[in-house]
Nanobody, 130 residues
Framework: QVQLVESGGGLVQAGGSLRLSCVVS????????MGWFRQAPGKEREFTAG?????????????YYADSVKGRFTISRDNAKNTLYLQMHSLKPEDTAVYYC??????????????????WGRGTQVIVSS
């Protein structure tokens, strides 16, 4: 059984930083394409950042970001710890959302479409105050 467990969310002032973590178990983590998505109240879940797996062709980008977070957020992974990270800097009130990590086992490039991701965590809340 594949499990994804996020942590690291919380309340932060605008301009501050947070680092989210997602621990994955039940599957070879290094092979998975991983993504971070977020969902604000009343809005659809949206792609935030993605990182390719070790079996994904180098033809595809190593990482990919939504325009809204480019230059402020950094996605990374530690395959030895089965952990995905999202480092967030210069946070804005509009970054307030529940953040979900997701795993795509298909070895294709990073997708921004939620339905491509087979496994999901339960989310961690991020609140950015103005």
């Amino acid at each position: 059984q594949v499990q994804l467990v996020e942590s690291g969310g919380g309340l932060v002032q605008a301009g501050g930083s947070l680092r989210l973590s997602c621990v994955v178990s039940g599957r070879t983590f290094s092979n998975l394409v991983m993504g971070w998505f977020r969902q604000a109240p009343g809005k659809e879940r949206e792609f935030t950042a993605g990182i390719r797996g070790s079996d994904t062709s180098s033809y595809y980008a190593d990482t990919y970001y939504a325009d809204s977070v480019k230059g402020r957020f950094t996605i990374s992974r530690d395959n030895a710890k089965n952990t995905l990270y999202l480092q967030m800097h210069s946070l804005k009130p509009e970054d307030t959302a529940v953040y979900y990590c997701a795993a795509d086992p298909t070895n294709r490039g990073i997708s921004i479409t939620p339905r491509r991701y087979e496994y999901w965590g339960r989310g961690t809340q991020v609140i950015v105050s103005s």
